[in-house]
């Protein structure tokens, strides 16, 4: 990787979308790896992604999930697989 | 030993049926363990509370582990692609079908909103989707079905989807397009590809998911409601409420659903409520259209609406689903 990841967090603030933030942070630290994690609470950021359900995880501006909360150990094999692809 | 969803199901359908066969005699002879005084108020209650509660859990439990896997095989970007240009009438009809197995929580309801118009689905097309999805559910299903028999249960569906097909048809035809914030109209988002393939088993394991969070949240509205009924059961008297709520009172249709639609509940919260006011000498229609207002109309739900929706449109919603229910409503008292 050359730039550290951009994460972004879509959801107007509801539990499953606080639950994802955490694991997603928790996920960052277990892989060491430098990245932003950021909360997307605006509805019209969060409807351009194209999403119809809550909360969605994006990587590097790509979709990588939505309407679910994957687990810690999920995430994870998300950020990695985004990475492999830069 | 990690067992297979599809073994794991199997074995959990038949654990069910042999605890839903040996419910009954085990709560007969546990609440002649506690040798009750005979004909006392509390014994009733008591009695009332052992028999309902752990049989409604118990459907509940299977329902929601059914309507899990069916759910699976459904999604709101399915049935987007499913509603893509339907004419309104044919449009609504689907909508309303579909809003009842499409996984759907109110807390998405704005991105699926802007989704729907951005693909070009009618705005009553996608009303009847958004007034279906909430009101008709498993839960609801499942306790009007395990505590007034499956004619009640049918009776709502029914009438739930008619509701919605018929408010979603009228929302439509009075072409309010322009009180839609204009913003929604300009959004262009990404095209979205996750392919996933799901296998039976991660269906499966969707229905187990399923019952961990639903039941998980809503046992405890169970029991409080049961809890409810099982004191409304023993203490207050019959028919005290047929003069307010009871077929003779015409305005008692109105004047719930008024009540209703501010108050905001899951069906397993209202439900206990209904069953409540039915034993105690409501009319069927009167506490139908009372449920239907609670879980179908909410304030919460317009205050999230309100970020895509303007004001008069947010008040038609209101109004149009509100004369349905209660057209419903009377509908029913008449029929009964």
Redesign the interface.
């Known amino acids: 990787m050359v730039y550290p990841m951009k994460i972004k967090i879509l959801g107007p603030g509801c539990v499953n979308c606080k639950t994802l933030a955490n694991r997603t942070l928790e996920a960052v630290q277990q892989l060491e790896i430098e990245a932003t994690v950021e909360k997307v609470e605006d509805i019209q950021a969060i409807a351009s992604y194209g999403i119809l359900r809550t909360p969605g995880l994006v990587i590097d501006e790509r979709v990588v999930s939505y309407g679910m909360v994957p687990k810690v150990e999920e995430i994870k094999a998300l950020i990695l697989k985004q990475s492999a692809k830069v | 030993m990690n067992l297979k969803p599809s073994r794991l199901a199997v074995l959990f359908v038949a654990a069910w049926i042999i605890v839903y066969f040996a419910l009954e005699p085990a709560t007969i002879s546990f609440v002649s363990l506690l040798s009750l005084p005979p004909d006392s108020r509390l014994t009733e209650a008591i009695r009332f509370f052992v028999y309902e509660a752990p049989k409604v859990l118990l459907l509940l439990t299977i329902v929601v582990f059914v309507v899990g896997i069916i759910r699976s095989y459904f ?3 399915r049935t ?1 692609q499913i509603l893509g240009k339907r004419s309104l009438f044919l449009g609504n009809i689907l909508a309303s079908m579909l809003g009842i197995v499409t ?1 759907f ?1 109110s ?2 309801a ?3 909103f ?2 729907f118009v951005e693909t070009g689905i009618p705005l009553g097309v996608t009303f009847s989707f958004l007034i279906a999805a909430p009101m008709i559910n498993e839960v609801a299903v499942v306790l009007l079905f395990g505590l007034f028999g499956w004619k009640t249960a049918l009776i709502y569906v029914t009438t739930g989807l008619a509701i919605a097909i018929s408010s979603g048809f009228v929302i439509g035809r009075l072409r309010v397009e322009r009180f839609v914030e204009e ?2 109209y300009t ?6 590809t ?1 392919d996933s393939n799901p296998t039976f088993d991660d269906r499966v394991r969707a229905g187990f998911v399923a019952v961990r969070d639903i039941v998980s949240k809503v046992w405890v509205y169970v029991l409080i409601g049961i809890g409810v009924g099982a004191g409304v059961h023993g203490y207050v008297p019959e028919n005290f409420l047929a003069g307010i709520m009871g077929k003779s009172a015409w305005w008692s249709v109105p004047v719930s659903v008024l009540i209703g639609v501010p108050l905001y509940s899951n069906a397993a919260g209202i439900i206990p409520i209904v069953h409540a006011l039915l034993e105690k000498g409501a009319s069927l229609g009167t506490a139908l259209a009372f449920m239907m207002s609670v879980i179908g109309l909410s304030l919460p739900e317009m205050i999230i609406l309100r ?2 929706l303007k004001l008069p449109l947010i008040l038609i919603f209101v109004v149009v689903v509100a004369v349905g229910i209660i057209i419903v409503g009377y509908l029913f008292n008449f029929i009964y």
């Open positions: 999604s709101p970007e987007r996984p929580c807390c998405s704005v991105p699926l802007i989704g913003w929604v959004v262009k988002s990404q095209n979205l996750l970020k895509v």
